[in-house]
């Protein structure tokens, strides 16, 4: 009984303890902010959403294989709530942030990769630590809701579009939520 006992209070310890280091306990904290203009290379994608992270890994390393270009924020643009949308007919864009002093090389980008700018707008922003894969899951638990309430307690649309943004370098996930009146 004693080792069931121990073994049960050293795994809620670890779980405790790994919903602390991913996030868990994060204040999750909306502001309406003119963001934007990045450059984006990226690929149409329809399904499920959990299989993007698949291909922003692919298109990160035939960016930086194929055309020597190095990006350290991945980022996904989600069309369509998951609640309302079946898996297979999910759209997004799933792509990485290309750094300014790569821009000329987008030029020779091929093999589907399409580039674009992403639009300078008003957006509702927050951010998340990334600590690891599992900092994603915790993320989409918190800042989902904190986004609809603050939408919803503040007159604005919930539809729209949002973007994820894995930002490396500075080990955090921006969401950016279209604002539709």
């Known amino acids: 009984m004693k080792i069931l006992f121990f073994t049960l209070s050293l795994a809620l310890i670890l779980a405790i303890a790994i919903y602390v280091y991913f996030g868990g306990l994060k204040k999750i904290s909306c502001r309406i902010e003119n ?6 290379a990226y690929k149409p994608m329809t399904g499920d959403y959990s299989k993007s992270g ?10 930086l294989n194929n ?14 709530n998951p609640k309302n949308v079946e898996k297979s007919k999910l759209r997004s864009e799933i792509g990485c942030i290309v750094e300014k002093r790569d821009s000329s ?3 020779q980008i091929e093999e ?3 580039v674009k700018t992403f639009p300078v707008n008003s957006y509702l922003v927050t951010e998340f630590p990334y600590k690891g894969k599992l900092s994603v899951l915790f993320s989409l638990m918190k800042v989902y809701p904190c986004i609809n309430k603050y939408l ?6 919930t539809h729209g579009s949002i973007m994820e943004i894995y930002d490396m370098k500075n080990k955090k996930i921006i969401y950016r939520k279209e604002i539709a009146d």
């Open 67 to 80: 055309y020597d270009i190095e990006t350290y924020c991945g980022f996904g643009i989600y069309f369509d």
């Open 112 to 114: 589907g990769i399409q």
């Open 54 to 63: 698949v291909l922003m890994d692919e298109i990160y390393y035939t960016l």
């Open 35 to 40: 963001q934007g203009g990045e450059l984006l």
């Open 105 to 107: 090389k987008v030029l």
């Open 152 to 157: 919803k307690n503040n007159g604005y649309n």
